[in-house]
């Protein structure tokens, strides 16, 4: 079950990718070598033209071959110009159309943040939005956060509190697709934490401060863009606006799970401003350009020179060794070099900006597939690392001894943790119930956490582990009182210890062995009936206790029907079908709300019947029974309510 639970992933990392690089490190694409160690700063290639190009030539077309990746664009920037930029692969698999890095517009998810951000610091520099303000100052709704007000920095942080949310995320029919005003004020996500309490990635969040852009300079936010960053910079291949314009859709790359696959409708966000973006690497690189020359390129100014330091710039320094946000991007170190940027996805686009602005560099690039198993993520990742690795090496600093108390820490550190990115009402929340963390503790004292596949950790000092075999940490701390990992990777998450209730190993025991004696009780009901009709036996119980039986029997023939119907809401998210995000299964979400009286009712019969098989003359294998039939209806019923099964909102 929760192997097909993770089929969910694609949707909810939609316009998500939280860095520069992802934070979980999945492994390199199938038939792509170990790389060589990284070289010294001494023995480095010099960045140009002739040794980026031969070095993608090289691996780039293995990546997309041995991933089953349809295609995908590069481009490199240094020192105010486009030094490299290539398509590879096919932008149309079926027509054998080449990917052209001029003309083929890619989704590139979460990357559009990046033109979101740049539109609210225009409007700051224009004393037209208070960064530390109330957001409902700019806002034609109000939104009721705990504690203190959000303000647009905690936006940019991605600490305005917000739980995640699914419903109306995607859609492929436009007619689905609402506006961003009518999806912020039909889908307002309740808040899992105080502002600036706790990192969550939040869509919804971005989404706001777009709609602010638009409130605020009364254009609509896509016009607004076109008019004053992409117009200005020559980015004639590049739009939020969703379909895509009759002057730009024909030259649409399409998306694939993989190159062999059909292509995917184009997917339309509903959280425009978080992720809607459709460009070009050349369109990207010019966007590179402007930010890494102080707000300027080819004559047109977007951002003035201290606005783009202030965008670049943390807000507070971050711990050492550990990633971070600036305003709007992500900020880390690698290899000893600052690297600022942001990543997107979409279910079959997976995109990468990063740029070096020590080194006057920037690095694009986007492919078109998820690749066989997934390959892209580790082609993306392995991208970046072989860049930096390659042009700006660094040898990283020895690993030290485990402390004394590592073997011991780390057995306390151990159990299921959650994302502090999740659910926690409506049905949505079962996916988060099965997908939660494990850290485990290694016997040689070191831990791991499942989301980062093939690291261990050594506690260095108290309270911070580092991987054994690179520079990447991990910092335990505590929030809302309960144990959380910090990862250095990922400045817009946290992982919680899960309270026991929420534990996923007993949620899925429990709902397994509820489920198991609700069926046999079913197929127990014909089969007994046969046995005492053959055999001419007398029946079981009589009166009041005859009656719990036979409702008992009903019960569970309920709930088991009641499950099945969950499960037609279910399955279309899991199959990906973006269209059931939407308003499409209201009614179907309605109806099992209101049916939620089954494992109800289900649970007081299964009392009744427990107390009439022990009022009576019952022997005690009855009575067993009926204590395992009442355990399972009442498990249901518990699995329906952690699950928030039982509820009466439409928004998730």
Known sequence: MKTLLLALLPALLVAATPAARPPVAPPAAPGIETPPAPATPASAPQLTEADVGAWLDGYMPAALQAGKIAGAQVAVVKDGAILFEKGYGYADVAAKTPMDPRRSLMRIGS????????????????????????????????????????????????????????????????????????????????????????????????????YIVQR??????????????????????????QPLPPALAPLAAKGYDTSDGPPHAYELVGTAPAGSVASTADDMARFMLAHLGGGSYGGARILRPGTVAFMHRPPT??????????????????????VIGHGGDTIVFHT?????????????????????RDAVYGARERLFDLFMDRYFPATPAPLPPAIASAAVD????????????????????????????????NDDGTISVSSIEGKRFREIAPGLWRAVDGTRLLRVTE??????????????????????????????????????????????????????????????????????????????????????????????????????????LDGTIRLLQVAAVIPIAAALIGLWNLVEAFRGAFGWGVRLRAVMVALAFLGLLWVAAMAHLIGWSLNY
């Open 111 to 210: 990357t559009s943040k990046l033109l979101t951000w740049t539109a609210v610091m225009q409007l700051v520099e224009q004393g037209r939005i208070d960064l530390d303000a109330d957001v409902n100052r700019y806002l034609d709704f109000r939104i009721t956060p705990p504690g203190r007000a959000v303000t647009i920095n905690d936006l940019m942080q991605h600490r305005g509190g917000f739980e995640e949310g699914l419903k109306d995320l995607l859609a492929s029919d436009p007619k689905l697709l609402k506006t961003t005003e009518r999806y912020l004020k039909e889908n307002t996500r309740p808040f899992l934490f105080k502002p600036g309490e706790a990192p969550a990635y939040s869509n919804y969040g971005v989404a706001l401060a777009g």
């Open 216 to 241: 605020v300079s009364g254009e609509p936010f896509e016009a607004y863009v076109a008019h004053h960053i992409t117009g200005p910079l020559g980015m004639a291949h590049t739009t939020f606006v």
């Open 317 to 338: 320094p971050p711990a050492a060794g550990f990633d971070t946000m600036a305003h709007g991007f992500f900020w880390m170190q690698r290899n000893g070099t600052t």
């Open 352 to 372: 990468d900006l990063a740029l070096l602005p020590e080194k006057n560099v920037g690095l694009f690039m986007s492919f078109s597939s998820r690749g066989e």
């Open 410 to 441: 780390a057995r306390a550190l151990a159990g299921h943790y959650e994302s502090s990115r999740r659910v926690e009402t409506g049905f949505i929340s079962l996916f988060y119930l099965l997908q939660q963390d494990v850290v485990s503790a």
């Open 479 to 584: 929030l809302r009182g309960r144990r959380t990992l910090v990862d250095s990777q990922n400045p817009v998450g946290v992982l919680q210890a899960v309270p026991a209730a929420r534990d996923s190993t007993m949620f899925q025991t429990i709902a397994g062995l509820s489920l198991l004696v609700l069926l046999l009780t079913v197929i127990a009901w014909p089969a007994g009936w046969w046995i005492r009709r053959r055999y001419a036996a007398p029946p079981v119980a009589t009166g009041r206790a005859a009656r719990a039986r036979l409702l008992v029997r009903v019960g569970a023939v309920a709930d088991l029907v009641y499950v099945a119907g969950w499960y037609t809401v279910v399955a279309p998210i899991l199959s990906q079908q973006v269209d059931a995000y939407n308003a499409t």
